[in-house]
């Protein structure tokens, strides 16, 4: 059962949810699933590869496919599913009326740069949170990708809502404040509140609204699991992109000693230390396959 909504916290989450309208899509992902739905020759893959590259494209998969229009007996849950019920058709139809592109515009101001970083890094952690949760009994992994590529949409609301206004969260954080408290002196609410009212009111399941929600602090109810494995993956995904407390595989003893900042949530899933860090080795040679970088 998918429990209700949490309710808006306060004014200054109301007043910025107003501005907020429907994510942006990637120009060039939309592109691809135009090219791809194409021809039937397409496989079913091919079309899930492509959507699942952008969180704002993803999130509008999600959002029509749990809409009263499709009525379906319960929420659906990861873009595989989503796809598998809509069709061709009518993923290309989505694909061809977005028009809506500012959140990865290619422009090379400051404004673009940051969406791109939380762009790329949304999807590493979606890929980290699938290869957790194939470690996991508890979260499925196409579920796991789905909350853990929309965990940070909220800082991208928040940007667009305020024309840009987060380059003072930045100055903040660069002058030695919490990137959440800066959020909450910038603009009264952080982009968890934001992202996980947003999410709410586009009738997402509750699994996604959660780990929106909570992937900063403890995690409580029904989808804690999925909380914890997105909390987790997105450290994970900051760790191995930007080098930060990197595990040197071959200094055991450092790596053994090592403390994990999402303590919390390696308390929910039950990983031990040395569990983790062959997980996260997993999940450095998934980022890096999918990128073709060297790590």
Not at 51 to 78: E, M, W
């Amino acid at each position: 059962m998918y429990a209700e909504a949490r309710p808006e916290p306060n004014n200054s989450l109301a007043a910025i949810l107003a501005k907020v309208g429907e994510i942006a899509a990637m120009p060039q992902v939309v592109y691809k699933i135009i090219e791809l739905t194409g021809t039937t020759a397409t496989s079913a893959q091919a079309i899930e590869d492509a959507i699942s590259l952008d969180p704002g494209f993803s999130s509008k998969v999600l959002i029509l496919a749990n809409s009263a229009f499709y009525a379906l007996p319960r929420r659906v849950t990861s873009i595989r599913e989503a796809a598998t019920f809509m069709g061709y058709k009518t993923i290309r139809q989505l694909a061809m009326t977005v028009g809506v592109f500012d959140m990865f515009v290619g422009k090379n101001d400051s404004g673009s740069l940051r969406r791109r970083t939380w762009w790329r890094h949304s999807v590493d952690a979606a890929v980290c949170a699938k290869v957790l949760a194939k470690n996991s009994a508890h979260v499925d992994p196409e579920d796991a990708y789905s909350c853990a590529l929309l965990h940070d949409v909220g800082k991208s609301l928040l940007d667009r809502a305020t024309q840009g206004e987060y380059v003072q969260v930045e100055e903040l954080i660069a002058s030695g404040m919490n990137a959440v408290d800066a959020e909450k002196q910038v603009f009264g609410c952080t982009h968890m509140e934001l992202g996980a009212a947003s999410a709410a009111r586009w009738n997402l399941p509750q699994m996604i609204i959660d780990s929106i929600a909570m992937h900063h602090g403890n995690a409580s109810g029904d989808f804690s699991y999925h909380v914890a494995v997105t909390c987790i993956a997105s450290e994970f995904a900051h760790q191995i992109v930007e080098g930060r407390k990197a595990v040197d595989e071959s200094a055991a003893e450092e790596s053994a000693q090592r403390v994990w900042a999402s303590e919390w949530a390696m308390s929910i899933l039950g990983f031990s230390n040395e569990k983790l860090e062959q997980i996260y080795r997993e999940c450095k040679t998934a980022i890096t396959q999918r990128t073709g970088m060297a790590m």
